[in-house]
């Protein structure tokens, strides 16, 4: 039932910006994070920034990139700016969540969007 939703890829130029956002929707009780892996073509899925306890970027994206959410509505947001083309990659959103108040939290994954960046 639980979904993530991404959206706010495209083709954007070296130097240039986009927004990518995430929402969860479904049954629901309660999320301890939100955040964003990306996957580039032949190498592992590599975190990006996570938003709970903590914030945490990884150091390649440190001082251009920023997450932020939106408790009410369930959403999270990665502000992506100075882009290079090593950022190119499917862009994946992630929830650590609860569906009821009784079970155990865990992990799901949104369908992932493209970010491509070219000239």
């Known amino acids: 039932q639980v979904q993530l939703v991404e959206s706010g890829g495209g083709l954007v130029q070296p130097g240039g910006s986009l927004r990518l956002s995430c929402a969860a929707s479904g049954r629901i009780f309660s999320i301890n994070a939100m955040g964003w892996y990306r996957q580039a073509p032949g190498k592992q899925r590599e975190l990006v920034a996570t938003s709970g306890g903590r914030t945490n970027y990884a150091d390649s994206v440190k001082g251009r990139f920023t997450i932020s959410r939106d408790n009410a509505k369930k959403m999270v947001y990665l502000q992506m700016n100075s882009l290079e083309p090593e950022d190119t990659a499917v862009y994946y959103c992630?929830?650590?969540?609860?569906?009821?108040?009784?079970?155990?939290?865990?992990?799901?994954w949104g369908q992932g969007t493209q970010v491509t960046v070219s000239s």
């Open positions: 992630h929830a650590d969540l609860k569906t009821t108040v009784w079970d155990q939290s865990r992990f799901y």
